[in-house]
């Protein structure tokens, strides 16, 4: 049993990383899709807050929450 939870434990450590670095990638692409497509300013205010949120999210350890909200952002520029 104290193996399991050692491995579950070390599974865990080991994809943290890896969505944080999802995280970035989801806000730095919300970034280039803002600046690069024609959006309006109301659109665009609510995206910049969205993308905001999400790194402020992602920062705190909020991972899930935050690929959430990028992924609600993507859905509104079209993006993968």
């Not at 104290?2 to 944080?20: H, V, Y």
């Not at 999400?54 to 959430?68: H, M, P, S």
């Amino acid at each position: 049993m104290m193996r399991f939870a050692a491995s579950l434990l070390f599974s865990a450590a080991l994809a943290a990383p890896a969505l944080a670095d999802k995280c970035q990638d989801d806000v730095k692409q919300i970034e280039a899709a803002i600046a690069s497509k024609q959006v309006s300013g109301d659109e665009r205010a609510q995206l910049e807050d969205m993308k905001n949120q999400a790194a402020q999210l992602c920062a705190a350890g909020n991972v899930q929450e935050g690929l959430d909200v990028s992924a609600e952002a993507k859905a509104m520029l079209d993006i993968d």
